[in-house]
């Protein structure tokens, strides 16, 4: 037999996977200890970690790849790990972590070993006893127990009604009880899978289902505090439908009828690209009635503009079909039909900049021009950074080089940052300008910061972010230029973000003065007066410590802790995490 390969986790790449957020919350779960290690084994491990909730957390290996799951909404619906799966990840390389580990592996092999030891009668007075200690459970066996020897028709009206059972919500579902009210909905949508191995009439049975479970969960959302859980749950029934059409192979049009029902009357429900997806089980006939009802419901739709009244509202209810017809016209590889449905809905910058990059894409850059002038006119006071960015790229190519110069200097100007400052300046030099923009940005810069300085204003832009000696000393960063950036830094108010960003670009060749930035930081970080805080600021300290040790000046650091500790004795959890940093 081949041995499964052994769980390795790397934190490295989890921690980089997930951002710093939800890696410090994770790190904070796992030093307070809210992680259970229910079960383990070489290559899984299995845990309760306590939250706002408790979740079922879980890594393990699938040949050479590291699959993780987590009963949290938040892992449903954001891409990379989540806070639970961080703290156990953290857990299992402590110490402490490994034992605890090693400890589940052996209990859970001790309870395998026993129950196979038991007689079957035995075993089904311990689930039933389970059961009644969790309705959820019992719920789930009387289904299957109903549902086992019992014939299509009977089978269909017993799931309807777990389904009815299951999504209501007898009033308000507030975030707290959603977890439970999602997991009974999810334990049906398991039944209904399974339901379809039966053979082809049960697959119909759930094939006639799914509707009504979507029907349910879209009436659902108007009473519940969700946080991704009912959508889910809709994709959940979408990977369903699929796979009961495909056992079951119903009629084409018949097919695509319930298709195109559940596409135009559903709010949250969402078919991926089902003209390809179902093209097989559709046929010609069903492919040819979905095609016809799009093109029915698109020609009654009117040309939408921004001065149109609900203009937002209606291009929303519009959505569905408009990427429905987008999916026929590429499925033709058709770009005039492309542009036709895409023009038909031109509320937003947004809108006409899909018809500019679907232009750009093909070779039509006269067309990109055109609606691009048209998006500069229409949105003149109100230009997004993509649409200037865009259009000075489309102005450019068409030989109009001062034009885009002049629209991203005036965006520029208006609000300065370093994405802005690049774009201008390399758009420059690929036009082969001879002008010094890099040097007017910074003057123009270096005179607003003085001015604000002067002033007494703070933040010109009504955030600490858009502060413009940060902007200047981002710039100067970019470039490599650590001694300007540094003059900035001395002479004038900047944020605790850029400072960092400074002391990081300066760990090499200024330990000391970068020391000092992160010392500044632990300060600031310690007058939030709470743990997260209290861990960051830790975190600035021992950066402190490592390039005070590399400039020589330990004792000066060492005073400093001296310090924190004398000022600070009244925070006694900050005093316990220096202490665990610096014994």
């Known amino acids: 037999m081949k041995q499964a390969p052994s769980l390795t986790i790397d934190l490295a790449l989890l921690e980089e996977e997930c951002g710093p957020s939800t890696w410090t919350r994770g790190r904070t779960y796992a030093r307070d200890g809210r992680i259970e290690i229910t079960s383990a084994g070489a290559d899984q491990v299995k845990a309760l970690v306590q939250g706002t909730e408790t979740y079922w957390t879980a890594f393990q290996m699938l040949g050479e790849e590291l699959v993780m799951d987590c009963s949290c909404p938040a892992f449903a619906k954001y891409h990379g790990p989540c806070k639970h799966l961080v703290a156990l990840a953290i857990t299992l390389t402590s110490p402490e972590g490994r034992k605890r580990k090693s400890a589940a592996a052996d209990s859970s092999a001790r309870l395998h070993a026993y129950l196979r030891k038991q007689p079957l009668d035995k075993l089904v007075e311990l689930v039933l006893d389970a059961a009644e200690a969790q309705p959820d459970l019992k719920q789930r066996l009387t289904l299957q127990a109903d549902t086992a020897e019992a014939e ?41 899978r399974a339901t379809l191995d039966s053979g082809r009439a049960p697959a119909q049975a759930v094939l006639e289902l799914v509707p009504y479970l979507v029907q349910r969960l879209e009436k659902a959302v108007e009473n519940c505090d969700d946080d991704g859980h009912i959508g889910f749950l809709l994709d959940r029934s979408a990977g369903l439908l699929f796979a009961a059409a495909k056992a079951a192979q119903p009629e084409g049009v018949a097919l695509a009828r319930l298709l195109q029902h559940l596409d135009s009357e559903c709010a949250y429900f969402e078919l991926d690209d089902p003209i390809s997806t179902y093209a097989d089980l559709l046929g010609e006939a069903g492919q040819k009635v979905f095609v016809e009802a799009i093109e029915a419901e698109w020609q009654g739709l009117k040309a939408l503009r921004p001065d149109d009244k609900d203009a937002h509202a209606q291009s929303m209810d519009r959505r569905a079909l408009t990427n429905r017809r987008l999916e026929l016209a590429r499925a033709r590889d058709d770009v005039e039909m492309q542009i036709e449905t895409l023009a038909k809905t031109l509320v937003t910058q947004h809108h006409y900049l899909n018809i500019v990059e679907l232009c750009q894409a093909t070779g039509r850059d006269d067309q990109a021009k055109s609606w691009i002038e048209e998006a500069l006119w229409l949105f003149d006071k109100q230009k997004t950074n993509e649409l200037v960015e865009t259009a000075a790229e489309v102005l450019a190519a068409a030989g109009e080089a001062d034009r885009a110069l002049a629209l991203l200097w005036e965006a520029f100007v208006e609000s300065p940052s370093l994405s802005r400052y690049r774009t201008l300046t390399q758009t420059a030099k690929a036009a082969g300008v001879s002008e010094d923009w890099p040097r007017r940005c910074l003057d123009h810069l270096e005179e607003v910061t003085a001015a604000e300085e002067v ?16 902007v200047l000393i981002e710039i100067h960063l970019s470039e490599k230029h650590l001694a300007e950036a540094w003059a900035i830094a001395k002479t004038y108010t900047i944020s605790s973000r850029i400072s960092e960003q400074l002391a990081r670009a300066s760990e090499s060749t200024r330990p000391a003065e970068a020391a000092g930035i992160y010392e500044a930081l632990a300060e600031t970080a310690i007058k939030q007066t709470n743990r997260s805080s209290y861990e960051e600021a830790c975190e600035h300290l021992g950066k402190a410590s490592a390039l005070r040790e590399r400039a020589g000046q330990i004792d000066r650091f060492a005073d400093l802790l001296a310090d924190l500790r004398r000022r600070h004795k009244a925070k006694r959890t900050f005093i316990a995490l220096l202490a665990e940093q610096f014994p």
């Open 152 to 192: 299509p028709a009977e089978t269909a009206r017993i799931l309807k009604k777990a389904i009815t059972a299951a999504t209501q919500t007898r009033g308000f579902v507030d975030y707290r009880r959603m977890p439970a009210w999602a997991n009974k909905v999810d334990a049906v949508l398991d039944h209904l």
């Open 455 to 470: 002033e007494g204003s703070g933040p010109r832009y009504g955030w600490e972010a858009f502060r413009s000696a940060d």
